[in-house]
DNA sequence: GTCTATATGTAGATAGAC
DNA sequence: GTCTATCTACATATAGAC
């Protein structure tokens, strides 16, 4: 697992000065904000104070509000600081999948577009990036927070949904609704549970997965053929 | 939504009492433990106090620590709680289906015993049921307590992955196990998330789904779709 | 920009009266 | 069994020295 892929890993978000360094205050701000990516990431906003986050980024507990402001306004600001990295990758992914592919484009292309940059993100080895990721599977599915960042997220998904529309323009819009929140939940499971695919696997008598690209495809293929089968119109029980 | 379904409505776990009522500490625990499974539900572990849980419950500080515990304790006693009745409920349902179907059993008939008993919990019109529901969405994929209550839905799990063997027993395990995961996942993101379902019903123009048969329905073809798919071996990207 | 010091509130837990 | 009262620890936030 978590091979090295050079698209995430330099990726910094403070600006340099003129001569190529980072300004003092500038790095400071960063190693606050990355330790607090973490430790939310791990543990969830209820369960990191500020202290925690101080101590995690070993400066002093004021530096913390110095930068980040209000506990709500520094939770918010990690989000802000990656979404648009994210979003333009995948962008650019279906923007390069429509040139080359045209009106051949399948399903399977828009979830692949969709799924591997985050997935990518996700083991990316870096740990600030993997950490991101599980911040985003957390909140996902949280009510208090998701109306929050929504923004950040919303606006890609819509396009990928009316993607998913050219390719299928019959496909009944509440089944297309359904079968696309179904698909990104998955994906982002995979990363939040993949150490209980890999103990269940254990426990059926196969070895662990170890290589993302082996979860990659048998996401895309089950949301594949999930989406399929849900916008077949039939209803059951 | 939330039609009511007698099957979960009357469920009580206070034992009565020779004279039909309960003993008056035992209607206190109830209220204790109910209060703070739909706040437990409704903001997470951390996110609530034992004094929440108090106001909530209307009793005083003190008699939530008596009746439940340390907070640890408390939320563990919560699942303990019903989780023998989520079982048997998913055991009856598969026994029942083995019993009228023998060897001409699905995968689709597997996945709906599993995921209609739950679906009617969430859906019961009992609101404890319904947090419940929520609880376990939430802790599903938190690696803080997962741990720690796994003891209560992993041997279940086996039970149903061991159909899914016998149903195809060429079946990779390490997909099975991936196919089975996300397929839990996506039960649990149904719940949890049907609002944004709904919200981008709407977006695309639909109208928002309210029954639960439509999301049951959606869901297990899904599913179904899914499991097809990732089980055929084919590695892309 | 970064520190120390502290104001002010709330957390979990429990002792002891009734 | 249930209450009031309180212990101790830790939370967020900020004022003010350097």
Not at 3 to 30: F, S, V
Not at 43 to 55: K, L, P, Q, W
Not at 142 to 157: G, L, M, S
């Amino acid at each position: 697992m978590t091979p090295t892929n050079a698209r995430y890993a330099p990726e910094k978000h403070a600006k340099p000065k003129a001569d190529g360094r980072l300004a003092r205050g500038e790095a400071t701000r960063e190693k606050v904000l990355d330790a607090a990516e973490r430790l939310f990431a791990e543990h969830g906003f209820e369960g990191v104070s500020i202290r925690d986050i101080a101590r995690e980024a070993v400066v002093s507990l004021s530096v913390v509000g110095f930068h980040g402001g209000s506990k709500d306004d520094l939770f918010l600001t990690i989000f802000q600081r990656r979404a648009e990295t994210l979003n333009r990758a995948r962008s650019e992914a279906l923007a390069e999948l429509r040139a080359r592919k045209g009106a051949a484009l399948t399903r399977r292309d828009i979830l692949e577009a969709y799924v591997l940059p985050y997935s990518r993100m996700a083991w990316s080895g870096d740990r600030q990036w993997a950490a991101y990721a599980k911040l985003i599977a957390r909140i996902a599915t949280d009510e208090r927070w998701y109306p929050r960042v929504r923004e950040f997220f919303d606006p890609i998904a819509q396009d990928f949904l009316a993607a998913m529309i050219a390719v299928d323009p019959d496909a009944p819009r509440d089944r297309l609704a359904m079968a696309f929140v179904v698909s990104v939940t998955a994906m982002l499971s995979v990363v939040s549970s993949n150490m209980r695919i890999a103990t269940l696997s254990r426990a059926l008598g196969a070895e662990a997965p170890t290589d993302p690209a082996w979860y990659n495809a048998v996401l895309i293929g089950f949301c594949e053929g999930g989406f399929e089968n849900a916008l077949r119109v039939s209803d059951g029980t």
